[in-house]
């Protein structure tokens, strides 16, 4: 591994080696309650309904939420059920138990050798469960990532990103910049000499990422309620739909240009700024290279179509607003470009392979030209071996391997 792959993965693990201990820490913790939508939200939520009742299903929005048992995408899959709750390492004596009790839910490590165990409780939960979770706990205002994750693809508990299989380790701190990209706001500050996150947060990926503070907008359509409506141009509010491509770029390179160390505090870059003055020279800039996880922009802006059009952002092909899922809904957007023509009686084909693989495949454009590819950066530790996950290339072009095993299988299906 490269020493600037090195330096990414040391950034975005954030490792912190304390003291090993054995007691449970009597942890400062928030207090737990039911999961209430963050305050710009619901701010947003009066005018808005029909784009907040689809923006709270996205995984932008569930990227990080409160541990219970309707944000556990485990606990509604048996996880937590006897047999299925322990996750085994490579050194016999020592696995972890994840457990429900009441309300809350806890990791506990054994080490039944030396008759010793440690406990933590699930406080905060990081990533929509599409493809997985990991989880957070409270010690001393400072959040701690679990040495347990759920991946969604298999079913089962697994070694957190980092963490060593057969190691009894609950020590790694997560920093400001991790917190980010994974929700709405965090402030560091210091009590008692010491740094800790003020109790004033907000998880998810809210409203504000986007579109800037609301307190004044929303202040002047309350008191201009015949403005109200998406007819009307909204005022003291950003639209990043009207930015320039670079800045409507800058928006999502913030969180989807890899993981860096920012030139100026976490949580300060506002929508419509232009990212290298808070992001190092390079961040989001063109890289045949860069990693598949977390790091789209670079993939994308390498890529024949994105060169090929002024117009084209992230928004060209995604809606922040809405849950997307559907990968023929997607190809109907490269079809868009890459189409068939009429012209007089004879058609022009715009894609110079549709003739060959026929109208149907025409369906599976992202699945041939942006596969899955495995992450040169998160490796996954699991007893006697070591897996990497997969993630969605951004980087769009012709994969022929790939095509051809499509092309081949479509028409084995023809046969």
């Not at 040495?147 to 701190?173: A, H, K």
């Not at 969180?255 to 100026?264: E, F, L, V």
Request: aromatic fraction near 8%; proline fraction near 5%; charge should be positive.
């Amino acid at each position: 591994m490269t020493a600037r792959a090195n330096k990414v993965v040391l950034i975005c693990l954030a490792l912190l080696f304390c003291p090993f201990y054995w007691a449970i820490a009597d942890s400062e913790r928030p207090e737990q309650s039911e999961i209430v939508y963050p305050r710009g939200v619901e701010s947003c939520r009066v005018c808005h309904q029909t784009i907040f009742d689809a923006f709270i299903q996205t995984a932008h929005f569930k990227t990080s939420t409160r541990a219970g048992a309707s944000s556990i995408t485990g606990d509604g899959k048996g996880a937590f059920s006897d047999g299925r709750n322990i996750l085994r390492t490579r050194t016999a004596d020592i696995y972890f138990k994840m457990e429900r009790r009441g309300a809350d839910f806890y990791q506990t490590a054994v080490d039944s050798s030396k008759n010793r165990s440690w406990t933590e409780r699930f406080d905060v939960v990081i990533g929509s469960g599409r493809k997985g979770q990991s989880y957070l706990y409270w010690r001393d205002g400072l959040l701690f990532q679990l040495p347990v994750s759920y991946l969604t693809g298999i079913e089962e508990w697994i070694n957190s990103p980092g963490y060593v299989d057969g190691q009894i380790n609950f020590e790694r701190v997560i920093q400001p910049r991790c917190l980010e990209c994974h929700a709405a706001s965090f402030k560091l500050e210091m009590a008692g000499g010491k740094p800790r996150y003020s109790s004033d947060y907000e998880l998810g990926i809210t409203c504000a990422k986007c579109h800037g503070d609301g307190n004044q907008h929303v202040a002047y359509q309350s008191s201009h309620p015949t403005e109200k409506g998406a007819e009307k141009e909204g005022k003291h509010i950003l639209n990043p739909a009207r930015f320039p491509r670079d800045r409507q770029l800058d928006n999502c390179a913030l969180c989807h240009s890899g993981a860096w160390d920012p030139r100026k505090p976490p949580f300060s870059y506002r929508p419509g700024q232009r990212l290298d003055e808070y992001a190092p020279a390079g961040a989001g800039e063109a890289d045949p290279g860069a990693d598949v996880h977390s790091n789209q922009i670079a993939l994308l802006r390498q890529s024949k179509c994105f060169r090929a059009s002024p117009a084209m952002s992230c928004s060209t092909c995604h809606s922040v607003h809405q849950q997307e899922r559907d990968l023929v809904g997607h190809a109907q957007k490269c079809l868009s470009c890459h189409q068939s023509a009429q012209k007089g009686a004879q058609e022009v084909v715009q894609c110079k392979v549709a003739a060959k693989i026929g109208p149907q495949m025409m369906n599976y454009c992202v699945d041939c030209h942006m596969p899955n590819r495995k992450s040169s950066l998160i490796r996954i530790n699991a007893p006697g071996e070591q897996f990497a996950p997969e993630y969605r290339s951004h980087a769009i072009g012709v994969y022929r391997q790939i095509a051809e095993a499509a092309l081949h299988a479509i028409q084995g299906k023809r046969d």
